[in-house]
């Protein structure tokens, strides 16, 4: 108490130069009986104030002084100090055990400062200790410590301790964005059949089952009801009995709901149009031959061959009834008739325009034949030119024979016949008109032959026998020579001497060749009723198979100006195609089936034998086994 | 029953009627109209004898019912209807059969007499009834087509043309019934398929496979021209074999890429030729250039002029006879496609005297009669030939009009040539009587 005046007084005490005990807080009764109290700063003894007052002063002045209730003696200053009122009303409250401070309010609210939230500002407003962003030397050196004995392998790492339950994420791998995600093949369980009228207790009277309908209802099987009840009509609700069924009921849709397939069935939306290739529509590649124009009759038996002259206006046909036929195209007039001495295996116009012959192969023979049909200039040209042979001086061996016509054959228009060792099968012309090829129905290392009109020679260029030849070609513009036997197509460059190409026609037999008029496209035919197109510039495999025939191929064509070709079938059908081909290298040939064309009749199980282009028009013809030829415009 | 209110005209005084709207049925059929007109004409003059009638609604022959062809037209069926009648054309009827040993590739007409040209390498001439009057032989190919050139008091000049390269230009001398082979015109080097006289008849024009088209003198002359080429044949025999004395052309008109199919005169200086390079062209013949040129889809086979109505009739390989303006610059020169053959048209040919009617031939063996009022459908099939027609004509015939029917102003033979496959049989070409009434 005392202490607490003192030192509340201390600093005006000490202002004041009022004595102060400077003894400290030590028992006042060792100063009892000296004459003064502690020392100054000087190191004088500081002295007891005189104490005059006895015991009757105080007396006195305990009667006198009103004041003396409130009068403490300070025992380290030796002095009376008369209280204030505020401390003695300070007294009064602490012994009275209120709080000292009298503006001091013990119920005011509590202010939690140390709550869970997280306060935005610090609560010291304290700058960081350098320390606490210097790495401490002390660490260091105690890790390094450890990192040297985990060296030295003085410390060991703990062993990992083992959980005997793994767990893993199911979905962890699932694309959020599959297409047969987990949340998009949710399959609702299925619904259960709304009530309908006729499971009320009072149905309307059409619903309820007349008797034999009852009758029926009970004989059937109970899979084959269509209700599963009979329906019933009560009069009130109430008297609506327990459904017995209704375990029954509850059963069968828990079976429902647990054996619901909840798999969705992954099925193909595809539109069957879209996975067909885009083609352009047959309408917009006109001209093709769309209809029957013109039959061309005469012939007693079937005809085997056809071809066109170079100008459009003649056409050939060799028959197996032993004649060649002249028509003229426009009219289906039968021009002229020329009897050969055995069926006509294949005949050939010349291509070259100036030449009028046309090559005609029966039994062993070729025989060049000049129709008279063209510019009176140019057939009587052609007989000069054929006139004007004259025999070399050396004879060299021929495999051929080469003769000039008898009379009376030279009145039919024979001009040159060239007899073969074995029967011929077909012939072709190259395009300059001069040279001639000539397959022979044998097989051995003679097959085919080529033939040079203007000097009567022949050769035979192939040493060997690679198979059965079938027919041969010769390229429009370079000296290529295609040779097809029954499953390959050779491709020989005449100059070289040499095999350029092999290409496989992944069939089993070829009937027929024709070469695009570009040269750098062969179709085949072939007796298992496809057709090939082979790119020679793209692969030695067909680029592309049509099988739109139903029975053999038996003859294929390219138009000279148009894109058309066309293949005829023993199923009495010309189907015409429209086969563009570019002259960018990048671009593949279009090939578009255009038309089927109808109107051979079946013959001894053989439709059309051969097809053959107008040169000009897009026309085509064929020729039948019903012994017609007919033109298709 | 709805009710349509029409008013009937005709151009026919003869037959006029008092004009004023009828309400009909709407379901009325041609006969049901022809019916009415015959009351209402029997109402006014007595003794009126029944005659059929056809009618004409906006420039279109009616062919079904009244409402069926105002609902395809888009004709109101509110207002009145202005129906034109005529008497109708009668149904032609075969009239005679000529018959040929061989095909027959072209006919021409006369008012006397008929030239046919044959696959026999002849042509004949006809009376018109049917008499073989002349065989023209002396090409050594098949004739492929005939014309007459004019008549000249007894004798007549008459052209045929051939596979054989050449025309031949013919003078026949009607009454002593001697033909003489006048000139020999050399200079095409493919079959010559189409020839035509000019209409002032002092030219012809040739067209052929070679593409080109000739144009020569139809004047007979005694002075032969040279020809340049064949030189190095003997002389003697090219005498022998040539009939006449060589003609050359005046001019060469090139430019078709194909065939030349058929030529006409459209008139003095103008020729119009038709290819198989799809291509109709009109040439002049004073300068020898082209002057246009119609495109087509398709082969075209024949083509006709008609100097009444100034159109071209084209028959092509597409089934359709087409006409054509060829005077028009614009763009749509086709005017009309009259469609109804099943084959390829091989002939057409304008009326010579009615410009709304032609005939056509086809190789599916009919022989049509169109008017071009009524485009949908022929007017009439004659189908009495057996084989493909290869030519058609026309003829006007004053004779038989005479007794055939007072009051009618023509008869028209049509020709047209019946073709057989077996050479044994006879070929006939039929003649048809046409009675136009109008």
Redesign the interface.
């Known amino acids: 108490m005392v202490k607490f005046l003192g030192s509340s007084r201390t600093p005006a005490a000490f202002l004041h130069g009022d004595i102060r005990n400077t003894v400290g807080n030590v028992p006042m009764e060792w100063y009892q009986d000296y004459p003064h109290i502690g020392y100054d700063l000087e190191g004088k003894k500081i002295f007891k104030p005189i104490r005059n007052k006895d015991e009757l002063d105080e007396f006195l002045d305990k009667m006198e002084n009103p004041d003396y209730w409130r009068t403490v003696h300070d025992k380290m200053t030796s002095t009376d100090i008369r209280l204030t009122d505020e401390q003695i009303s300070l007294v009064h409250r602490l012994q009275s055990g209120q709080f000292g401070d009298v503006n001091f309010n013990e119920y005011e609210p509590y202010i939690d400062f140390f709550s869970g939230e997280t306060m935005i500002h610090p609560v010291t407003n304290r700058p960081q200790d350098k320390r606490s962003f210097i790495p401490s030397l002390i660490e260091k050196e105690k890790v390094s410590k450890m990192v040297h004995a985990i060296k030295m392998g003085w410390i060991k790492p703990r062993k990992p301790k083992e959980s005997d339950l793994q767990f893993y994420d199911l979905w962890a791998k699932e694309d959020p964005n599959a297409i047969l995600g987990r949340h998009k093949m949710h399959v609702p369980a299925p619904k259960m059949k709304l009530p309908g009228h006729e499971e009320s207790y009072n149905p309307p009277p059409e619903y309820l089952l007349t008797e034999e309908e009852r009758l029926a209802w009970e004989q059937q099987d109970p899979e084959d009801r269509k209700l599963s009840f009979l329906p019933q009509k009560f009069s009130c609700l109430r008297s609506v009995p327990a459904y017995s069924r209704f375990i029954h009921e509850r059963f069968e849709r828990c079976l429902d709901l647990y054996l619901c397939p909840r798999q969705r069935k992954m099925r193909v939306n595809v539109d069957p149009e879209d996975l067909i290739p885009k083609l352009p529509k047959p309408r917009d590649l006109?001209?093709f031959p769309t209809?029957q124009?013109?039959i061309y009759?005469g012939h007693s038996s079937l005809v085997r061959c056809i071809s066109l002259s170079p100008?459009?206006?003649w056409l050939a046909s060799g028959s197996d009834d032993c004649t060649v036929r002249l028509w003229e195209v426009?009219?289906?007039?039968c021009?002229k008739t020329v009897e050969v001495g055995g069926a006509v295996r294949s005949i050939v116009w010349n291509p070259n325009p100036a030449i009028c012959l046309v090559a005609v192969c029966f039994n062993e023979t070729v025989v060049l034949l000049n129709p008279y049909l063209a510019?009176?200039?140019v057939y009587n040209a052609t007989d000069q030119l054929i006139a004007s042979y004259v025999e070399p001086e050396e004879e060299r061996p021929q495999p051929v024979q080469w003769q000039v016509p008898e009379i009376e054959d030279s009145d039919k228009g024979f001009r040159l016949i060239i007899t073969h060792p074995k029967s011929v099968k077909q012939v072709t012309w190259h395009s300059k008109g001069d040279y001639l090829a000539s397959v022979l129905s044998d097989n051995s290392n003679m097959q085919v032959l080529i033939h040079q009109v203007s000097k009567r020679r022949s050769q035979n260029p192939f040493r060997k026998n690679k198979g059965l030849v079938q027919c041969v070609s010769f390229h429009p513009i370079r000296p290529y020579f295609f040779v097809a036997s029954q499953r390959c197509v050779r491709v020989y460059n005449l100059i070289k001497q040499e095999l350029m190409k092999k290409l496989m026609a992944n069939c089993k037999w070829i009937s027929s060749m024709a070469i695009h008029p570009g040269g750098d496209n062969v179709i085949c035919g072939s007796y298992d009723s496809r057709l090939s197109w082979f790119d020679l510039d793209l692969s030695t495999k067909p680029y592309k198979v049509l099988r739109h025939h139903k029975k053999a191929l038996r003859g294929v064509a390219f138009h000279k100006n148009y894109p058309l070709f066309a293949s005829g079938s023993d199923d009495g059908s010309v189907i015409v195609c429209h086969g563009m081909v570019y002259n960018d290298l990048l671009q593949n040939p279009l090939i578009v089936p255009v038309k089927v064309l109808k109107g051979h009749t079946l013959t001894h199980n053989l439709g059309v034998l051969d097809v053959a282009f107008h040169p000009?028009?897009p026309w085509v013809f064929s020729s039948g086994a019903d012994a017609t030829i007919r033109l298709f415009? | 029953m709805s009710q349509l209110q029409v008013r009937f005209f005709t151009e026919n005084a003869k037959y006029k009627v008092d004009d004023v709207p009828f309400s009909i049925p709407a379901a009325s059929q041609v006969q049901d109209l022809s019916n009415i007109i015959n009351k209402l004409l029997e109402a006014k003059h007595t003794g009126h004898s029944n005659v059929e009638f056809d009618f004409l609604v906006r420039g279109n022959f009616l062919r079904t019912s009244l409402v069926n062809h105002m609902e395809a037209e888009g004709i109101s069926t509110e207002e009145v209807v202005e129906i034109e009648y005529v008497q109708r054309f009668m149904a032609p009827q075969p009239e005679e059969c000529i018959m040929h040993d061989d095909w027959i590739s072209s006919v021409d007409t006369e008012s006397e007499w008929i030239l046919t040209g044959s696959y026999d390498k002849t042509a004949r001439i006809w009376t018109q009834e049917g008499k073989a009057v002349m065989t023209v032989a002396g090409h050594t190919d098949v004739v492929k087509d005939v014309a007459w050139v004019k008549r000249d008091g007894v004798t007549s000049l008459l052209l045929t043309s051939s596979m054989d390269q050449t025309a031949i230009l013919w003078e026949w001398n009607v009454e002593r019934n001697k033909l003489k082979a006048r000139h020999c015109c050399r200079g095409h080097a493919g079959s010559v398929d189409s020839i035509a006289v000019s209409p002032n008849q002092t030219k012809f024009c040739s067209g052929s496979w070679d593409k080109m088209l000739k144009i020569w003198s139809a004047v007979p002359t005694d002075k032969e021209d040279e020809l340049e080429e064949q030189r190095d044949r003997p002389r003697k025999k090219q005498k022998t074999e040539q009939m006449g004395l060589t003609r050359t052309p005046i001019m060469t008109l090139s430019g078709h890429i194909e065939a030349v199919s058929s030529v006409l005169w459209s008139d003095n200086e103008e020729v119009c030729s038709a290819s198989w390079d799809h291509t109709i062209r009109l040439w002049d013949v004073e300068t020898g250039n082209m002057k246009s040129t119609l495109t087509g889809s398709k082969v075209f086979n024949c083509i006709s002029y008609s100097p009444l109505c100034r159109r071209l009739a084209s028959g092509s390989t597409d089934r359709h006879v087409r006409l054509w303006d060829p005077r028009s610059k614009d763009g749509s020169l086709v005017l009309l496609s009259l469609t109804s053959h099943t084959g390829w048209v091989t002939a057409v040919r304008w009326s010579p005297s009615n410009e709304q009617q032609l005939i056509s031939g086809s190789l599916d063996c009919v022989v049509k009669l169109w008017d071009t009022r009524s485009c949908k459908a022929p007017l009439y099939d004659m189908a009495a030939h057996e084989d493909k027609v290869l030519c058609v004509d026309w003829r006007e015939d004053g004779v038989r009009a005479q007794h055939a029917n007072r009051l009618a102003n023509f008869v028209y033979i049509n020709l047209s040539i019946l073709l057989k496959e077996t050479f044994s049989v006879q070929f006939p070409y039929a003649l048809w009587t046409i009675l136009d009434c109008g």
């Open positions: 006109q001209p209809i124009s013109l009759r100008s459009g206006q426009s009219t289906g007039r021009m510019d009176k200039l000009t028009q415009t």
